[in-house]
T-cell receptor, first 113, second 114 residues
Framework: SQTIHQWPATLVQPVGSPLSLECTVE??????LYWYRQAAGRGLQLLFY??????ISSEVPQNLSASRPQDRQFILSSKKLLLSDSGFYLC????????????FGSGTRLTVV | AQSVAQPEDQVNVAEGNPLTVKCTYS??????LFWYVQYPNRGLQFLLK??????LVKGSYGFEAEFNKSQTSFHLKKPSALVSDSALYFC????????????FGTGTRLLVSP
């Protein structure tokens, strides 16, 4: 069966420090991968999505970047964190047809201090 | 462009009463529709989906949703609410053709009181 792993679960980082959040998917090949941010426990903001290795689409300009070095690995990064980067970050995957919707990871709570 | 609206920020119901969480959508073609639930500090969990076929879809934890094409709605329902149903609920839609990202609503917080 397919599973998605996201870590760490919580992270407290100082302003100006780098960030690396990792997401991996097991049990499927060539998934579509997504990074979302959720602020204040409400709406989801799509940050990046990827339809294949090395293919990254950015939805909003920001202080973050994403990479997909392997088929089932999706990384969210920042060189220098801002206070406004705090939030709940969610990774998700889907298959191409989209009939199954998205499967989400358990999320990372990032607090920038 | 696809869009989905959840008109209620919060829905309050008493335990044992029926609940409805509203969702309306807009797509240019046929929709795929989804409901997800999120508990505090957790990822979104899939509840149910409408792809094609029967307009009444049954999902996890006793939830169901009715697809209404004429009203472009996909309301989430449960006959008898539990306190443990208290959570944040998201409706999502995508078109059935091509690569289309899921579009999520803004979420509705369901509060079930004992």
């Amino acid at each position: 069966s397919q599973t998605i792993h996201q870590w760490p679960a919580t992270l407290v980082q100082p302003v100006g420090s780098p960030l690396s959040l990792e997401c991996t998917v097991e049990g499927t090949s060539n998934p579509n991968l997504y990074w979302y941010r959720q602020a204040a426990g409400r709406g989801l903001q799509l940050l990046f999505y990827s339809v294949g290795i090395g293919q990254i689409s950015s939805e909003v300009p920001q202080n973050l970047s994403a990479s997909r070095p392997q088929d089932r690995q999706f990384i969210l990064s920042s060189k220098k964190l801002l206070l406004s980067d705090s939030g709940f970050y969610l990774c998700a995957w889907s298959v191409d047809t989209g009939r199954g919707g998205y499967t989400f990871g358990s999320g990372t709570r990032l607090t920038v201090v | 462009a696809q869009s989905v609206a959840q008109p209620e920020d919060q829905v309050n119901v008493a335990e044992g009463n029926p609940l409805t969480v509203k969702c309306t959508y807009s797509v240019s073609g046929n929709p795929y529709l989804f409901w997800y639930v999120q508990y505090p500090n957790r990822g979104l969990q899939f509840l149910l989906k409408y792809i094609t076929g029967d307009n009444l879809v049954k999902g996890s934890y006793g939830f169901e949703a009715e697809f209404n094409k004429s009203q472009t709605s996909f309301h989430l329902k449960k006959p008898s609410a539990l306190v443990s149903d208290s959570a944040l609920y998201f409706c999502a839609v995508r078109e059935s053709t091509g690569f289309q990202k899921l579009v999520f609503g803004t979420g509705t917080r369901l509060l079930v009181s004992p």
